[in-house]
């Protein structure tokens, strides 16, 4: 059986990460505590759109150091929130029929995506996908850390992952797909057999004609 | 003597010229070399819009329209879609004027559950300015794009299994045509190898249906396909619209049209080359020089974009096989010329169209069908090259694809043809693998691509061709890995090419050459 590891943000949804952090952080219990985190962003702002530039990962770790202070039960609790006010409605409609496909003929859907497993468990429900890899915050006491669990789920090392869920899974890379819309997510899309760009981006756009990778546009 | 579009090369004839993709190519055929041609478009109908009233009231094996008609009734008409005629019609398209006579007739009988799919089967989905071409402005605005869409055989809720021939095939339909009081086909015959039950029980089905005939076995078993009492690709689907007739109130309306593919200024580009006028001549050594000068998407420009000014010949009503009889014999009237004695090499030009690329790029698996499938079985009877004979033909086989429309085949061609050229064994091996790519399935549905499994009916229908042609030569082409990879020699001129041919012909060969387009039919005598 072959599997299908689809990356989300951009891909399957058309919000990024940014969007349920963002949620996440006007949804502090005061005011004011949503302030202090909007702040303390906006001041990262310029690391973060300078790591974007350089490193995924690092992207991420500044991010979701946001989450620094969040009870644990808090993020479980507006989770359902986040997803049902940000994520669902920025599901591609054609998103759910290509996941459909896959599933219709046999192939384990995998999402594999940088944002935060909670929000990504409950999309994986809502689309029938059978697995995620995601990245998980550290979680101390009760109180989230805003540090990502190794290993940290982005760029290149997606595609590693990927490789090691096929291996685990069984499943031969060659006859395995792979979905994304980042030249970023190059690496993740070169190990498996059936690589596809979706509403891609100018730079993998260029790549997946010279390749001949298909080019789908669920945003259409 | 033979029939005047066949002419006998002597020392005097001019040099011919043929199409090699979107180029055109002089070449020079030794002394008896028999040329084919087309015959002269037959004279169109006078009064079309009366030619289509007549028709519908007057149908042949079924009563008429209108008397088939009640108000509230569900009617479903199908429309060919614009892998026809090549190229497109001038507006307005024959479709749009019989689409336009039996909307209002639907209306004036208060049917207003209507309506229009394009049976595209596993074509790609046509864009909304090809549709408004085929149906007009007025209709376009009227029904697109609820009422007049795409038929989409991947939407498995939107197809109805209806049942199983004698002999096992599966026929599996659009749900709407299924479910509907009365289906109306809307056909455009362009060749004899369309129409007939192959517009409802082919156009209106998916791969189930589908893969009972479009397979190696079926099609190594047609002689030719342009024949259809000859060919076991027709026989099977005779059979499954036979039971689709009879589970669906099928009203049949065919139309033929001539072979004028050439608009005035181009006209001559169907003529004997010994036979032009100064002037012609002149504008023929214009055309090639521009040919030659500019790009290949303002080639490709100069051809597709300028619609064809077909005349229509005939239109038929009725039962679908009633109808497809009189289509048959006018569409013959127009293409059948009569050849005795088969070629021991054949040659042909390329053009730059076939149905499967209207509005992209002839990518070198469609060289393929065009060549061992289309080129090949046009004729009736006899094949017009003797079994094992040469076939050479003049295309560039440019390795280049239209990633939109054709992705699909550039993995077939790819990675598949270098493990095999075995028709049965890609079908064996990667048919159903192919028609199982989500990815691909996506853009079939929702982007403009031909179906997954699209390339290996492209390769099958060459299957006949190649079972049959002992070499295949190509004289032009800009590269030497596609034409390997196709199971094709290579030559750099026609003259290499027929040294290379008579090498393996008796010592002195017979050798006719096809000028098309526009398109005809050897009626062959062995």
């Given at each position: 059986m072959p599997a299908s590891y689809f990356d989300v943000d951009g891909t399957l949804v058309t919000t990024n990460l940014v969007h349920p952090t963002v949620f996440y952080m006007l949804n502090q219990p005061t005011p004011m505590h949503s302030l202090a985190k909007l702040g303390r962003a906006l001041v990262k702002a310029p690391w973060m759109a300078m790591a974007e530039l350089q490193d995924r990962r690092l992207f991420n770790e500044l991010l979701f150091s946001?989450?620094?202070?969040?009870s644990e039960d808090r993020l479980v609790a507006l989770a359902e929130e986040a997803f049902a006010k940000v994520l669902k409605p920025a599901i591609y409609g054609k998103a759910r029929d290509l996941v459909k496909c896959s599933l219709d003929k046999g192939h384990e859907v995998v999402l594999i995506s940088g944002a935060l497993d909670f929000l990504m468990q409950r999309l994986a429900e809502h689309l029938g996908a059978t697995g995620i890899i995601a990245n998980r915050l550290e979680v101390k006491d009760g109180f989230a850390t805003g540090k990502l669990l190794?290993?940290?789920?982005?760029g290149p090392e997606k595609a590693r992952l990927i490789r090691e869920h096929a291996h685990a899974r069984g499943h031969d890379l060659d006859e395995c797909f792979a979905y994304s819309d980042?030249?970023?997510?190059v690496p993740m899309l070169s190990v498996v057999g059936y690589p596809a760009a979706v509403n891609p981006d100018r730079k993998l756009k260029l790549l997946a004609q010279a390749y001949h990778w298909p080019i789908l546009h669920l945003a259409a | 003597m033979s029939h005047p579009c066949v002419v006998t090369l002597d020392s005097r004839s001019a040099p011919r010229v043929l199409f090699s993709g979107d180029q055109l190519v002089e070449v020079d055929l030794p002394t008896g070399t028999r040329v084919l041609y087309a015959k002269p478009p037959l004279e169109p109908l006078k009064d079309v819009d009366a030619a289509i009233r007549y028709a519908i009231n007057h149908p042949y094996n079924s009563e008429p329209l209108y008397a088939k008609l009640r108000p509230g009734m569900k009617v479903t008409i199908a429309v060919d879609d614009i892998s026809l005629p090549l190229p497109p019609m001038k507006r307005p398209d024959i479709r749009e004027r019989v689409l336009t006579i039996v909307l209002d007739l639907l209306s004036d009988y208060g049917v207003d559950d209507v309506e229009i799919i394009i049976a595209t089967s596993v074509h790609r989905r046509m864009k909304d300015w090809e549709v408004r071409h085929i149906v007009g402005d007025r209709i376009f605005n009227a029904y697109w794009p609820k009422k007049l869409y795409n038929h989409d055989a991947e939407n498995l809720a939107n197809m109805k299994h209806i049942g199983t021939t004698d002999v096992g095939e599966e026929v599996e339909l659009n749900k709407r045509a299924v479910d509907s009081d009365l289906v109306i086909y809307v056909n455009l015959n362009l060749?004899?190898?369309?129409?007939?039950?192959?517009?409802v029980s082919v156009g209106l089905c998916g791969y189930r249906s589908l893969r009972a005939h479009h397979n190696p076995r079926v099609m190594r078993d047609c002689y030719s396909y342009m024949d259809p009492k000859s060919s076991a690709l027709h026989t099977s689907v005779e059979r499954m619209g036979r039971l689709a007739n009879k589970k669906l109130n099928v009203f049949t309306i065919e139309t033929t049209i001539n072979?004028?593919?050439?608009?005035r200024p181009l006209e001559f580009l169907a003529r004997n080359e010994d036979d032009l006028s100064a002037g012609e001549k002149s504008a023929l050594r214009a055309l090639r020089f521009t040919l030659s000068k500019v790009p290949q998407p303002a080639r490709q420009a100069i051809f597709q974009r300028v619609p064809s000014p077909y005349g229509v010949t005939g239109v038929f009503a009725g039962e679908t096989e009633a109808v497809h009889e009189h289509t048959l014999k006018r569409s013959f009237d127009q293409y059948l010329v009569p050849v005795t004695g088969q070629a021991d090499i054949l040659i042909t030009g390329i053009p730059y169209i076939s149905p499967y690329n209207v509005n992209s790029f002839l990518n070198p698996l469609l060289v393929q069908v065009m060549a061992n499938g289309y080129m090949f079985n046009l004729y009736r009877g006899a094949p017009m090259l003797k079994k094992g004979g040469t076939m050479i033909i003049l295309h560039?086989?440019?390795?280049?694809?239209d990633n939109e429309h054709h992705a699909p085949y550039i993995e077939f061609v790819h990675r598949l043809l270098p493990e095999t050229r075995d028709a049965m064994e890609l079908h064996k091996r990667y048919e159903k693998k192919f028609s199982e790519n989500p990815a691909y399935i996506e853009m079939y549905r929702f982007g403009h691509a031909y179906h997954p499994t699209h390339p290996f009916f492209m390769w099958y229908w060459g299957e006949a061709g190649r079972q049959h042609i002992g070499r295949m030569i190509v004289v032009g082409a800009d590269n030497e890995y596609i034409p390997q990879l196709l199971g094709w020699e290579t030559a750099r001129t026609m003259d290499e090419a027929l040294r290379m041919a008579k090498q393996s012909a008796p010592p002195t060969p017979e050798i006719m050459a096809l000028h098309s387009p526009p398109i005809f039919m050897a009626d062959m005598t062995a």
């Open positions: 946001s989450f620094d202070g969040v190794r290993p940290v789920v982005a980042s030249y970023s997510d | 060749v004899p190898m369309d129409g007939g039950h192959k517009s072979n004028r593919m050439f608009d560039p086989c440019t390795d280049l694809f």
